[in-house]
Structure formats: structure tokens, C-alpha cells
T-cell receptor, first 111, second 119 residues
Framework: QKEVEQDPGPLSVPEGAIVSLNCTYSNSAFQYFMWYRQYSRKGPELLMY????GNKEDGRFTAQVDKSSKYISLFIRDSQPSDSATYLC???????????FGGGTRLMVKP | GAGVSQSPSNKVTEKGKDVELRCDPI?????LYWYRQSLGQGLEFLIY????????KSGLPSDRFSAERTGGSVSTLTIQRTQQEDSAVYLC?????????????????FGDGTRLSIL
């Protein structure tokens, strides 16, 4: 079993929908949680960066971390066709070196 | 400002040849990371540099893989005697150095990678 599990999708939604993306993990040492967006043939772009449990909001994006359940989420409000990409969750511990990634969820937002 | 720059963007080579991949991190970032992204394996950590030293090489898949960083800036990842299973996208990331206290890790920013194909 992988340390970080993520539904690969693809997830197809209409424009304007609320999107929910999720990851579960098994390593309780993880303290930092990230969401990256990756367009085709591009590198991962950092969207959200959170420490420990709680919520963080940035524009249309909200990240939630529930360490007790080892579950993290990314919500996208008013989704746009330009949000169509692969979304990767990533996490690491206090040593702050390697990131452990989920496998990525491919999102398609249809006009 | 300039982000992480990687070259070449694409590389096609024959099995058995050596390849060198280059990463130029964001100015001022002391930490540098190499990852590999392939269809079956997702994104995998290879090696981490803090300054010119590599305290964590745990992800390098074999002794054919090596990396160095000089001047605390540019890094080169070298793959010797390439095999077809080395075909992947090689991604480099950089970050500021955290102060070591809780909640002080710095986020990693990625380049667009080198797409390596071994024939």
C-alpha cells in the first residue's frame, strides 16, 4: 500500500461546479501538506501549502487537513475550464526534505 | 522573477549512452531536489542538496545515477549507461532553507522538467 493514496480520476465536472479532491495518507509524521497543479508537459505548480491541521483559503481554493483521520482535501469553487489539469497532493515531515506525492487526480472542467 | 530552469527540455538517446540533465534553481534558494515522474510510478524523490552537500541520496535507484551541485547553485544529474526503464520526466525543485523550528519548512517550487526517452 502506498503512503499517500489519491483517486486518479478522471473527474469531469461542468463549469461553475464545486470540485472536491482528496488524499489519504498513512504516515503520522507528515506535518506539511501541499496541493500542486500540473498542466500537460509542465512542472507542478504550488497551489496551497499548509502546516498541521485546519483550513486555508486562497481565492477560489480551500485546503483542509484532518490529521486525526489522515485525510486532506482541496476544494475549488466556481470551477473554470482553465482549472483542467492534474492535481497532486504532497506532504512531508518536520525534517522538510523529500516530498511524498499522491498519484494525482486528473480534472476536466467542461464549458 | 525567474523560476527553476531545467535543460534540455527534451532528450532522446540510445540505450547505453550517458546523459546529463541540468537544473538552475531560483536565486537565493539553498535547497535543491531532484524527482522523477513516470506513468507507472508517479513522482518519486531522487536526491536532496543543501548547499553543495547531499545529505539525502536515498532515492537514487542505482549506482548509475549521480548528482552534483557546485557553487550552491546549478546542479547536474548524470545517468550512466542508460536503460529503457530510465525513460521518464526528471523534475528539479528548489526552496529556501527552513529555520528548523516547527512550522518553518519552506515550499518547493518545480521546473518544467527534462523529458528523457531512451531508445
Amino acid at each position: 500500500q502506498k503512503e499517500v493514496e489519491q483517486d486518479p480520476g478522471p473527474l469531469s465536472v461542468p463549469e461553475g461546479a464545486i470540485v472536491s479532491l482528496n488524499c489519504t495518507y498513512s504516515n503520522s509524521a507528515f506535518q506539511y501538506f501541499m496541493w500542486y497543479r500540473q498542466y500537460s508537459r509542465k512542472g507542478p505548480e504550488l497551489l496551497m501549502y499548509t502546516y498541521s491541521s485546519g483550513n486555508k483559503e486562497d481565492g477560489r481554493f480551500t485546503a483542509q487537513v484532518d490529521k486525526s483521520s489522515k485525510y486532506i482535501s482541496l476544494f475549488i469553487r466556481d470551477s473554470q475550464p482553465s482549472d483542467s489539469a492534474t492535481y497532486l497532493c504532497a506532504m512531508n515531515n518536520n525534517a522538510g526534505n523529500m516530498l511524498t506525492f499522491g498519484g494525482g487526480t486528473r480534472l476536466m472542467v467542461k464549458p | 522573477g525567474a523560476g527553476v530552469s531545467q535543460s534540455p527540455s527534451n532528450k532522446v538517446t540510445e540505450k547505453g549512452k550517458d546523459v546529463e540533465l541540468r537544473c538552475d534553481p531560483i536565486s537565493g534558494h539553498t535547497a535543491l531536489y531532484w524527482y522523477r515522474q513516470s506513468l507507472g510510478q508517479g513522482l518519486e524523490f531522487l536526491i536532496y542538496f543543501q548547499g553543495n552537500s547531499a545529505p539525502d541520496k536515498s532515492g537514487l535507484p542505482s549506482d548509475r545515477f549521480s548528482a552534483e551541485r557546485t557553487g550552491g547553485s546549478v546542479s547536474t544529474l548524470t545517468i550512466q549507461r542508460t536503460q529503457q526503464e530510465d525513460s521518464a520526466v526528471y523534475l528539479c525543485a528548489s526552496s529556501l532553507r527552513g529555520t528548523g523550528g516547527r512550522g518553518t519548512n519552506q515550499p518547493q517550487h518545480f521546473g518544467d522538467g527534462t523529458r528523457l526517452s531512451i531508445l
